[in-house]
């Protein structure tokens, strides 16, 4: 799961990962809010993890980082 901690400005938020289990190339993506993470596609142990979240258009709230968050892991590719 991902959720967002704050907004440090208007274009800078810190989002907390958290992973009950080892989770492969674990990607946080962004529906709405065009940006991007410090890190990502990266294997995540079990636990927490802070990533910082830098947006192109000034955000003007948790929230709307918030509802464009989506973590996906490579069980989440589904081949043909």
């Known amino acids: 799961t991902a959720s967002v901690v704050r907004l440090s400005d208007p274009h800078t938020a810190l989002v907390k990962v ?3 289990s ?3 190339f674990l990607c946080v993506e962004t529906a709405d809010v065009v940006g991007f993470f410090d ?3 990266f ?5 927490d993890r802070m990533l ?3 947006s192109r258009r000034p ?6 980082l918030q509802n ?3 973590v996906r892991t490579v069980n989440d ?3 043909m």
Not at 43 to 47: D, I, T
Not at 59 to 64: A, E, G, L, P
């Open 18 to 20: 958290h992973c009950a």
């Open 43 to 47: 294997v995540m142990l079990p636990g």
């Open 68 to 70: 464009a968050l989506t």
């Open 59 to 64: 955000m003007q709230s948790v929230h709307q």
């Open 77 to 79: 590719i589904h081949l």
């Open 22 to 24: 080892v989770a492969v």
């Open 52 to 54: 910082t979240f830098t």
């Open 39 to 41: 890190d990502n596609n």
